[in-house]
């Protein structure tokens, strides 16, 4: 039996992209000192959505004067109460208008819309409403009595959740006092600079919010810059390894959300189901580009067999295409670059002995795409099983005990999260304290909240992100003596 | 005819993994006491004690690690008791490698083993310092909690050679991790005492593990040691050899504490040091029935 879905696209309407953008710098947007600029593209059309002002090095050199500028004479002086009731407009702005952005996301990204609309827009908002409520009540977050900002913060988001990564760094770093100068992803400029309007809409002080386009090179002209407090990235291990070299010396603070290759580990008392959900959410939620990805499924021998059996039949049932259709499960791959990437990867897992399944969909004639791709035989030295791939192939590995599982699971220089799929509460809590992961998920995955720290152990970086934890990373704490 | 007794000298080692080897490499260098006269002859380490040391700190980190808080406390606690056992031992030796007067010496000594009593006190409060449950949107029980981050190596403080040194590794294994310390390089002797205190204060084999000889000889190895997965470099005092540790450490994104500013280490020590070398770990567990 096929079921046939009418296409339902939502309405472009909402969206109004402009023919090209400049630079977000004190306030206002202006064209990059040499003119230069770069096309922004929808990944599931390869259509030009704008043309976008690439920063470099004066551009940079302004963006943090006007951030410093503000810093002195605005933001950090501001009373804490004063700067929550920024934070609270943001966070209502962004409700009003996330119909909007969460288009403009899908357009921009290439992620189903459906998530941009159900997960993405509404954990944007919910970041800025938590941390706006923080501003006035840091000396009770366990940073001592009088704890301080920073400075000037320099933050460079990905681009697999551009928004949210932007709302993640932005929000806690203005409701410490600091003020900011973010770098969006070269491929996911738009969402970054409709924030800028959204700045402009709730009269937030010239400066405090400063946002420069731009690729790689922009963003090491930033976090190099001299008058620079803080550098925050979220991205690849290898960029992120680069950044802290260029910082050791300097007394920069730093934070890191790097790369991941999360085991996903399914017991055999599991509520099989559930799991064959959380496995499918695990690994192709936003087509896989996730660093936390449950990349690596570790499935109990004795329901091994039943469990790719039923996760073959699940993911033949995804729909992947435009982006903006409402049924659409499985989006376009952000970039011509990825997909290159993921190919290569997938061709070496065939390479190095591994059995590849792929979910027969249909592949539009446009644009970059990927279907759900499923890796069984995969042994721990396979490339696969080691290297983030970043799409939606899965890596598929059984063990027998317990023990065995921690083993494989904790094989792996990344440390960002885990999964455990069982119904024993004990076998949950025993889990999760011998992984070496800094987010453990329990019959779920890929599960975010303002209130809940995240970030990695090992080589998927340092530094917290969300809840209270999530503070530190932009307040000086008393001296380390 | 009566003679004057001769004194019975002391070979000072190494500590690695619970014992007290000479280094590998049949190194040694000449001590001195503050005033310029023969000490004695200290183990020069070398790049393979420095990888020896770091085995040794991961073997110890699995048992210290998963030992209870409560436990870690009681070993933390008896450290301080076996010191104070050797507390005119420790005094001379602050006296004559530092230089200072019998009273200055007796408050340093006194300050490090009071500094054990309060590290002794936190093992069993950090998770409750700085975990947290978290008020998610959903049905699950959502919780912070530090783990220690793994095998520390710790450039110990040059011219604090006791109260120093303690002030860094007790931090570090208050929380689980084990450590790897190079001692103050011209200042060793009150390391290997204390490292003799270790060897009888039921601290297990490993946790801690004393280096002495030249930081710039072992830190680049320890700095880029893929086992390793923390750096102190609070002791380092040249510019260059921080920098270029902290660049080594980037390979496999060691945590790294920065050399600071001179510090004081009578005053209260406070929970960056605790922060530091810890990782926060969340669980989302659900809730139904």
Redesign the interface.
């Known amino acids: 039996m096929t079921f046939d879905y009418a296409p339902a696209p939502e309405s472009r309407a909402s969206v109004e992209i402009a023919s090209d953008y400049g630079l977000f710098i004190d306030g206002e947007f202006s064209p990059s000192a040499s003119g230069s600029s770069f096309v922004t593209v929808n990944p599931a059309t390869e259509e030009s959505l704008s043309s976008v002002a690439e920063a470099g090095s004066a551009d940079v050199d302004r963006a943090v004067a006007a951030a410093r500028r503000a810093y002195d004479t605005v933001w950090g002086p501001m009373p804490g109460r004063e700067r929550a009731k920024y934070l609270f407009r943001i966070a209502r702005i962004i409700q009003e208008r996330s119909r909007e952005l969460a288009v403009l996301e899908s357009m921009d990204n290439g992620k189903p819309i459906k998530e941009s609309r159900d997960v993405d827009l509404p954990l944007v908002a919910?970041h800025f409403f938590y941390h706006a409520g923080w501003a006035d009540k840091l000396e009770h977050a366990?940073y001592g009595p009088a704890p301080q900002p920073l400075g000037v913060a320099a933050q460079v988001i990905p681009w697999n959740f551009p928004l949210l990564m932007l709302a993640w760094k932005v929000a806690p770093a203005l409701a410490c006092g600091n003020t900011v100068v973010v770098k969006p992803a070269e491929t996911t400029p738009l969402t970054a600079l409709a924030f800028a309007d959204i700045c402009r809409q709730a009269d937030l002080p010239p400066g405090v919010v400063n946002i420069l386009t731009g690729a790689g090179e922009t963003g090491r002209l930033l976090v190099e810059h001299p008058d620079v407090n803080k550098v925050a990235f979220t991205g690849s291990?290898e960029v992120?390894?680069?950044i802290?070299?260029t910082?050791?010396?300097t007394?920069k603070r730093l934070t890191?959300e790097?790369g991941g290759k999360a085991a996903n580990i399914v017991f055999d008392d599991a509520p099989i189901d559930e799991a064959i959900e959380g496995i499918v959410n695990g690994i192709f939620f936003n087509q896989g580009h996730v660093c936390c990805a449950g990349s690596r499924l570790l499935v109990q021998e004795s329901v091994a067999e039943d469990v790719l059996e039923r996760l073959k039949a699940r993911l033949s049932t995804l729909r992947l295409g435009d982006p903006l259709d409402k049924n659409t499960d499985i989006g376009a791959i952000n970039s011509a670059e990825q997909l290159a990437r993921i190919n290569e990867l997938a061709k070496s897992g065939q390479g190095e002995g591994a059995e590849r399944w792929s979910a027969p969909c249909e592949i539009p004639e446009r644009g970059w795409w990927f279907p759900p791709t499923v890796f069984t035989g995969v042994t721990q030295a396979h490339r696969i099983a080691r290297e983030e791939i970043f799409g939606p192939v899965l890596s598929v590995l059984t063990f027998r005990t317990p023990d065995e599982a921690v083993q494989k699971a904790n094989n792996t220089?990344y440390g960002l999260s885990a999964g455990i799929w069982t119904e024993k509460?004990s076998r949950?809590?025993w889990m999760?304290q011998q992984l070496r992961?800094?987010?453990?998920?329990?019959?779920?995955f890929n599960?975010f909240?303002p209130?809940?720290?995240?970030?990695g152990?090992?080589?998927?970086?340092?530094g917290?992100e969300g809840?209270?934890?999530g503070l530190?990373a932009y307040l000086k704490?008393?001296?380390?003596? | 005819m009566t003679h004057d007794r001769i004194g019975v000298r002391k070979t000072h080692k190494l500590f690695i993994g619970g014992a007290f080897p000479r280094s590998e490499s049949g190194r040694t260098y000449e001590v001195a006491t503050a005033t310029g006269d023969f000490w004695s002859n200290a183990s020069k380490a070398s790049r393979k004690d420095a990888r020896n040391a770091v085995i040794a700190a991961r073997t110890g980190f699995s048992k210290w690690s998963a030992a209870t808080a409560y436990n870690r406390g009681q070993v933390l606690y008896r450290i301080a008791e076996v010191m104070e056992d050797r507390r005119a031992q420790f005094i001379d030796e602050v006296m004559a490698g530092e230089g200072v007067d019998e009273a200055a010496a007796r408050q340093q000594v006194d300050a490090a083993i009071d500094r054990w009593v309060w590290y002794a006190g936190w093992t069993d409060k950090i998770a409750q310092?700085?975990g947290?449950a978290?008020?998610?949107?959903?049905p699950?029980f959502?919780f912070?909690i530090p783990e220690p981050?793994g095998v520390v190596a710790c450039v110990a403080p040059q011219a604090s050679s006791l109260l120093g040194l303690v002030?860094v590794i007790a931090p570090v294994i208050a929380s689980g991790n084990s450590v790897v310390a190079m001692a103050s390089t011209e200042r060793p002797i009150p390391a290997i005492t204390l490292a003799e205190v270790m060897a009888t204060s039921d601290v297990p084999a490993g946790v801690v593990n004393l280096l002495t000889g030249d930081p710039a000889e072992m830190l680049p190895w320890l700095a880029s040691h893929?086992d390793v997965?923390a750096v102190d470099l609070t002791g380092v005092t040249d510019?260059d050899l921080?920098?270029?540790a902290?660049?080594e450490?980037?390979?496999?994104?060691k945590?790294v504490?920065?050399p600071?500013?001179a510090?004081?280490?009578d005053?209260d020590?406070?929970?960056?040091?605790l922060?530091?070398f810890v990782?926060?770990?969340?669980?989302?567990?659900?809730m139904g029935i």
């Open positions: 919910a366990g291990t992120g390894r680069s802290m070299r910082l050791a010396g007394d890191l790097l220089p509460g949950i809590l999760a992961a800094g987010v453990v998920w329990a019959n779920t599960r909240d209130t809940s720290p995240f970030g152990y090992k080589e998927s970086g340092f917290r809840g209270l934890h530190g704490t008393e001296a380390v003596r | 310092a700085l947290t978290n008020p998610v949107a959903g699950y959502n912070s981050s002030s893929a997965n510019r921080a920098i270029s902290e660049r450490a980037a390979g496999t994104i945590r504490l920065r600071g500013p510090a004081d280490w005053a020590p406070g929970m960056d040091r922060r530091t990782e926060i770990k969340t669980v989302w567990h659900p």
